[in-house]
């Protein structure tokens, strides 16, 4: 694939590179796997972060999780099924090493699917 250009891309496509970055906790590029270490010898090395910094991150990440559920709460179930199908694809499959990240970012998609649904079709007040 990183012979064509992006435009003669389609949607399947799109998303089969999207989740192939996956397969090694987002080691890959936009085009492809990057270099062994090319990506490491160019970065400069980054600070621990603080406490205060982890808080502020942790309830980013909270606030993005519930943004998340609000729009799948009104997804199209053809929608919601892709956010499954997209879970199930980076779940570990037969010959791949199970990494508990992966795993648990796969388990944590169907769980934030499954929080939508309570509050899909339900009227505002």
């Known amino acids: 694939m990183p012979d064509r250009k992006p435009a ?12 192939s970055r996956w397969e090694n906790e987002g080691g890959a590029g936009p085009y492809g796997p990057l270099e062994s270490g090319s990506l490491s010898d160019r970065l400069p090395e980054v ?6 910094e ?5 309830v980013r990440v909270i606030a993005l999780e519930n943004l998340v559920i ?4 009104q997804a ?13 694809y980076i779940s570990p499959r ?11 970012a796969a388990a944590q998609m169907i ?3 499954e ?6 079709d339900v009227p505002l007040c």
């Not at 199209?76 to 199930?88: C, I, K, P």
Request: net charge positive; charged share 20%; aromatic share 4%.
């Open 8 to 19: 003669e891309l389609d949607a399947a496509q799109w998303r089969h590179m999207a989740l």
């Open 47 to 52: 600070p621990q972060l603080t406490n205060t």
């Open 54 to 58: 982890l808080v502020h991150l942790r």
């Open 70 to 73: 609000a729009l799948l709460a």
């Open 76 to 88: 199209s179930d053809r929608q919601l099924e892709l956010v499954r199908e997209m879970a199930a």
């Open 94 to 104: 037969p010959g791949f090493t199970q990494h508990p990240l992966t795993v648990h």
């Open 111 to 113: 769980h934030i699917v």
């Open 115 to 120: 929080r939508a649904g309570r509050f899909h």
